[in-house]
């Protein structure tokens, strides 16, 4: 115990270790204040041009509630479409004054700069944000067609109709209550950075286990199950950025529950400590074992959930061991492949610790 | 292992071309339903949105026997949601009254930027099923005024619901769209090249993190007891870290252009600009210089390994991000494109996409020599205080 006690003290010893410890806060920090700024999926100009009541309307409603996206107001058409050329606006809605006299007859002009889904996506919002001055306007259009000569305007109006249809839902519900609500989209990919960044900090212990084999640290380091040795050596490692890192969601608001979070850290940091071992075992030098950080972050960026979701990967994501833990956070299914991938690389290195050891 | 790297730098590339980011993506979504059966307005609906409504470009139907079914597909990656329709949820829309939610579920891992998608979707659907109800609803009670039997009511109810129906398929010819054309910027594609092969350099520096092991401290006043200052010690030793560097680049780039002649990728059209690999080499030299400075300051001035990772890397990363590597640089609120380019992570990027589309190359340049400056200098401080402890 005392052992363990000494190589924490160790690794306290050096100054850079309070940096090592401040940059993950100090990142989420600047994160936090990022996202507090107004920012949007899509930043779209707006030109509306009328000035009657539902011009009016329309304009608060885009204002009020922009969703995902960031609405800018323009008087004049022609500087809108010069800000979609130079690309200070992802695309330019021209909404002419007939929305508020012509409606149904009325054509609204989208000026994008390249084809694209996302287009499509900001075509549809647009549809569906006139949307209901067209609906109003076009009961009374059929009312009128059909011979009845009232204007439905005021019962169109006073009807209420509960608007909440849709809610997104998750595997596992109960820890997802926190995440459901308003975390900015921009630090949704702080999990994967942390998960990636415990997963750099095992292949670092490993560096450092291989600097201390070669100094003859574990010749006067007497054990009878080497395995607990290196498990404990790693996790003595791990165990301060572990902690840094449920701290960090906590303060990235993207945490959801205690227990779950812990459980699912703990059996990440198992995997890794498996798979560090395993590794380190297989390549036996800090050179190579550093030429593969970049190796290990390109190749976990991509193909686990960190930015974006590459799933015509298919079932190879599996290797990797931040995939299990970002997606174990909302289904309990990856936290039992987690597990199982967990003591599957444990009960390997074991066997290599007690029966392929090159030292003592 | 570089080898290794521009593998996977392939396969990178290869993944988020073809993904795009969440917003410009050439890929439908996917949306599994469950549940519609026995419904028949349903299957009506989902006809309409298969074969006859513009949004079928947008979104394609797969129908599912029962939730795991669509809960493995979810997994596995076959659809990018799905939805679970209940009997209530279809008996309340029928009688006009939304008292249940429908769940959808956009991902078996944590929400990303599909899911603040299908937010967006979420919404406009809701949108138009709000008001469409509301249509029929007032209709409803003028006639129930007029003193209307309930019979003549829901059939005129329907014939409006029909006529909204239509309305809302012909929704297109409301819109017209105009292309201003790419005139002056890159194209998804070569943005998210761009970016990536950007990133790729900022991790380069972390292959030679062996040069910054072991006992530095005694090398270094040994080689100022032969005549070597600091400053000469940190230049000769980051010009060699920098050809290392450049060695990476070179063989990427000869992956590239081995990937144009043999396999015959056509640069040009995969990423829409007059682009070949062999263009990658002036262009990217000066952002690696500035690049190899960076790392090479970090990895040396922090001691520790674990350390140096760590900090390096977080660094590193949170600098790609706000620069805009990951997710294009729009998403970040305006202060922070602008501040962005004062980053060495931005200021690359604008300096190699500006080399693409004839943009202004000063401004950028001036921060990334600037930035290299710093760094060595910084370096320099660095190792002359470890010379005389």
Known sequence: MIKYLLLFKRLLKKKSYILMLLVVPLMIILLNLISARESGLMTIGVCIQGDGTASQALKQDLMDNPGS???????????????????????????????????????????????????????EVLLSRIYPFFAKAYVNQYVSDKGFASDLSEKFESINVNGDLFEMGYFDGAASSNELNSTSYLLLPLRGILALHLMLCAIAASMYYLEDEDNGLFIFWHTR??????????????????????????????????????????????LLIGLASIVRRMLKSTKILGLNLPVAIFGSAIFSPVFIEFKEAGNLRMIFPSFHYLYSIHDLHYLYTMAIYAGISLIISCILAEFFHTSS | MILLLAVLFGTGAYAVIRDGSYVENQKRYTLGYVGAADNSLLRSGVFLLENEDSAKEMIELKEYENEDDAKTALRAGEISAYVVI????????????????????????????TGVMMDEIAAVAGNIIVYTEKGILSLDQAMEERGYEEQDRILQMTDCFNSYVDAILNRDSKVEIVSLGMSDGLSTPAYY???????????????????????????????????LGPARQVLAEMFAFYLLNIFGQLFVVILLEISRVVLKYDFATLLKIGFQPYMLLPAMT????????????????????????????????????????????????????????????????????????????????????????????????VRKARIKL
């Open chain 1, 69 to 123: 996206f960031r609405y800018i107001m323009y008087d004049n058409p022609d500087t809108m479409s010069y800000d979609v050329r130079f690309m200070k606006l992802d695309e330019g809605w021209v909404i002419p004054d007939t929305l508020d006299w012509d409606i149904l007859n009325m054509k609204s002009i989208i000026l994008i700069r390249e084809e694209g889904v996302s287009h499509l996506l900001a075509k």
């Open chain 1, 225 to 270: 199950f080497r395995f607990l040795r290196e498990f404990g050596y790693y996790f003595v490692i791990l165990l301060i950025p572990a902690i840094m890192m449920l701290l960090g969601l906590k303060l990235g608001g993207v945490f959801t529950s205690f227990f779950p979070e812990l459980i699912k850290i703990m059996a990440y940091v198992c």
């Open chain 2, 86 to 113: 209940t009997k209530e949820f279809m008996g309340q829309l029928d009688a006009l009254a939304n008292g249940e939610k429908l769940k959808y579920y956009a991902t078996s891992g944590q929400k990303g930027i």
């Open chain 2, 193 to 227: 090249f761009t970016t990536l092969m950007l990133f790729l350099f900022i991790m380069i520096p972390f292959c030679g993190i062996w040069f910054f092991l072991g006992q530095r401290d005694a090398i270094a006043q040994f080689l100022k007891a032969k005549g």
């Open chain 2, 286 to 381: 000066l952002p690696i210089l500035a690049f190899t400075a960076m790392g090479f300051f970090l990895l040396d001035a922090i001691q520790g390994v674990v350390n140096k990772v760590l900090v390096t890397f977080i660094i590193d990363i949170f600098m790609a991000y706000v620069a805009g590597f990951f997710y294009p640089r729009v998403f970040f609120p305006m202060e922070v494109q602008m501040l962005s380019n004062l980053l060495p992570s931005g200021a690359a990027l604008t300096y190699v996409a500006n080399q693409m589309v004839g943009g202004r190359l000063l401004e950028p340049a001036i921060v990334l020599i600037a930035y290299t400056i710093l760094f060595t200098f910084l370096s320099i401080m």
